[in-house]
């Protein structure tokens, strides 16, 4: 078996698009909705400008349906970290994923196209995890505003080593498309749909060939319809395996929090919250550093007109029903 889940392209210039699932081996849903628009594409026999590659993260964490094994690889993307591993002896299981992966991204970066993208999926252990993770130099372009999802910004200015921002810095636009809940059906359909927005957005396929596939991008406005637009990374709460953390329930992403709020325990206590915001990556699940962070919500002005503006939509359209 292969590391590259699918790769279609033809004659016609265009975007090089990169979909990985199951950077973390936990995460599946990525990889099932990577195959789903794979299978669309063969079955409807739709043209490709460019060309698109999907593929498989941590692989022998897959196997183990583990977050990682000896690492995380979305912790790991340092220039430092992949010089030492070309060097060296491998020792870790995670060693071979990364040299792997860097040897058909550099294989794919040196192909001519009109824009590079790479799209890292993943699912969150808490509820409310739909949202894009981005650099702020990258947050205005076409494709990450067609997904309509919420913007995180300078969340790569709190954990090292992220994916997103090694391609970003190869010139790609790189970011992390959250799809919601740990293996939900409905996570599935999130990113299948987000990843038809992502071809259209880039050119990669013609909105004239894809008619009956539009409809489900209303699925995406739907689940963002309630909240913010645009984030900002204030707090990181860095924890590891011996703190015996625990997040208190019942905390969704976006939740507004106060200074002082007690959020978890470890070992040494409770956990309070430094400063007032919104939690965000509230940690439900026994493995990973992050406990949680702290978000500032950017422009909640947006958040209003937005709603103001889908009810005006409303309004036009039972008029037009009502006309007819
Ligand atoms: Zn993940």
Not at 124 to 130: A, F
Not at 207 to 227: C, K, R, S, W, Y
Not at 292 to 321: A, C, G, M, W, Y
Request: glycine share 8%.
């Amino acid at each position: 078996m292969s590391r590259i889940i699918g790769e279609l392209g033809g004659t016609k210039k265009g975007p090089l698009i990169i979909l990985i699932g199951g950077l973390h081996g936990n995460e599946l849903t990525g990889i099932k909705a990577i195959e789903r628009v794979f299978n669309k594409i063969n079955e409807d026999n739709l043209e490709i400008s460019g060309k698109i590659v999907g593929l498989e993260g941590n692989r022998k964490a897959i196997e183990k349906k583990e977050r990682f094994i000896d690492y995380d690889l979305n912790r790991c993307w340092t220039d430092e970290h992949i010089q030492h591993l070309a060097e060296s002896h491998h020792i870790f299981a995670e060693d071979d994923e990364v040299l792997e992966l860097n040897r058909i991204f550099e294989e794919l970066s040196s192909i001519e196209s009109t824009k590079k993208v790479c799209v890292d999926l993943h699912t969150t252990s808490s509820d409310n995890g739909n949202f894009i993770v981005v650099p702020e130099i990258t947050s205005d372009d076409p494709v990450i505003n067609a997904l309509k999802l919420p913007l995180i910004l300078d969340l790569e200015k709190h954990i090292k080593g992220t994916l997103l921002k090694y391609l970003t810095q190869k010139g790609y636009l790189a970011f992390a498309f959250e799809g919601g809940l740990i293996g939900s059906e409905v996570a599935v359909e999130l990113h299948t749909a987000g990843i038809w927005e992502i071809l259209l957005a880039s050119g990669a396929v013609s909105p004239d060939h894809v008619n009956g596939i539009m409809q489900i991008g209303t699925l995406l406005q739907t689940f963002a319809a309630e909240l913010p637009h645009k984030l900002r990374v204030r707090h990181h709460y860095w924890i590891t395996e011996e703190d015996n953390f625990r997040m208190k329930p019942g905390y969704l992403n976006f939740q507004k929090v106060k200074t002082g709020e007690v959020i978890a325990h470890d070992r040494n206590g409770p956990i309070q919250i430094p400063m007032d915001g919104m939690i965000f990556m509230p940690l439900y699940q026994r493995s990973g550093n992050d406990g949680f962070f702290v978000v500032e919500e950017l422009d909640p002005l947006r958040r209003i007109n937005l709603s103001v503006e889908s009810s005006h939509f409303d309004k036009t359209s039972n008029q037009t029903s009502w006309k007819r």
